[in-house]
């Protein structure tokens, strides 16, 4: 895996257009979605429409800032791209849909492999399904045995997050899986205090799960 830091900073362009490409993709994304999944049809107003375009490209631009133009950085733009919809989706429907969450397993192993093909990097995808499995294990317990509100699209969507964090190493894999954890716990906590109490049946953890896990991707080196 290439080093960032080593191999020099990349250029503003190329973090630009990594950037403005990604948010056109996901753009096009949000635009197939109601095929994809026809409960889920209905144009959004403008407003949300931005916000995920602009969220997709500061994710997108930071993380090719963090990869620069290793073999890895697609495999994590896949991950950027389909997160912003997976979390708004999660947040207005509270929803994670096999449709996105499988392909996005999917696409994970094939650029990672592929990556790891080109770097001779064996280990960090062994280690990144491994990941995978053990966080998906892990979540499946916490829903089965707690009443934390954790459902079964929050155990699926731990699969890929474990594998894009554990193929970047333990490390990323242990905060991003404990992060999201907590980051889910708080986000029911707001949620019951603001409904006086009362918890509701329903609690988008997604969003916290992929924010936490792409902080750290971001973050930790």
Known sequence: M???AAAGPASLLFIAG?????????QLLELLLPRLLPRLSGRGTAGPRIATAAATFGLASLLAWRFGAAAELPAYLV?????VQLARIDLIHHLLPNRLVLPLLGAGLLLLSFAAAVTGGAAELLRGVAGGATMFVLYLVL?????????MGDVKLAAPLGLYLGYLGWSQLFYGGALGFVAGGIVSLIVVLKNRGNKPKEVAYGPAMLGAGLAVILVIH
């Open 18 to 26: 990594i950037g403005a490409g990604s948010a056109c993709l996901g």
């Open 2 to 4: 290439s080093d960032p």
């Open 79 to 83: 991950l950027a791209v389909a997160g």
């Open 143 to 151: 829903a089965l045995t707690s009443r934390n509100g954790l459902g």
